[in-house]
């Protein structure tokens, strides 16, 4: 089964400072895998998507990488911002069968202005 | 379009009541999905339809749970006879199809279960 996992559960840094979370999966025949932002009292926005044959996806201020062989991803948010505070989820996709997506629990961040 | 459409968006009921909450996926979306958030376990998905067919209900807990799609722009997921630890927030999240890269979420529905 598997299982994905976020580190650090939660993380304060002040405004302006470069950040990186990070995301490991057990199982490395995933399909793509996801990073999606949460606010409180609202749903998921996805940021960025690493399909498995990319290593790296960048979007503004992001940029996430992937090391499958090794059950590894990253988001790196440059120039953190409070508005940037929020939680973060990676998620990954089976390479086959369901259609679904396999969730972390999250890293909850606070950029203190 | 209004993305995906949940509701109600806060739901408190007594133990043993019956609840149901209701989805609208984005119109041309033929996958449904349907998660549960809580602190201990994160996002797990429960059911998710292909079509308006359930394809994969294994992470339903118990049989206390079901799910229907009726049509293309509608679900449901009822509880019955609600309990304490069903208190969550459950999301409802929809895609176009086996290849989309992306899955857009409802706001969710936060229930309690007193």
């Known amino acids: 089964k598997q299982e994905v996992t976020q580190i650090p559960a939660a993380l304060s840094v002040p405004e302006g400072e470069n950040l990186v979370l990070n995301c490991s999966f057990t199982?490395?025949?995933?399909?793509?895998l996801q990073w999606f932002r949460q606010d409180p009292g609202k749903g998921l926005t996805s940021l960025l998507l690493?399909?498995?044959?990319?290593r790296e996806q960048t979007s503004g201020r992001l940029n996430a990488s992937l090391d499958k062989s090794s059950g590894r991803s990253t988001l790196y948010i440059a120039a953190s911002q409070p508005g940037d505070s929020a939680t973060y989820l990676c998620?990954?996709?089976?390479?086959?069968?369901?259609?679904?997506?396999?969730f972390g629990t999250g890293t909850r961040l606070t950029v203190i202005p | 379009d209004a993305g995906v459409i949940q509701s109600p968006r806060h739901e408190v009921t007594e133990m043993g009541q019956e609840v149901t909450l209701r989805c609208k996926p984005i119109s041309g979306h033929d996958y449904l999905f349907w998660y549960r958030q809580t602190m201990m376990r994160g996002l797990e998905l429960l059911i998710y339809f292909n079509n308006n067919v359930p394809i994969d209900d294994s992470g339903m807990p118990e049989d206390r749970f079901s799910a229907k799609m009726p049509n293309a722009s509608f679900s449901t997921l009822k509880i019955q006879p609600s309990e304490p630890r069903d208190s969550a927030v459950y999301f409802c999240?929809?895609?176009?199809?086996?290849?989309?890269?992306?899955?857009?979420f409802g706001s969710g529905t936060r229930l309690t279960v007193v």
């Open positions: 999240a929809s895609s176009r199809d086996m290849s989309s890269v992306v899955y857009t």
């Open positions: 199982d490395s025949a995933i399909y793509n």
């Open positions: 690493i399909q498995s044959s990319q």
């Open positions: 998620a990954v996709r089976r390479q086959t069968g369901a259609n679904n997506l396999f």
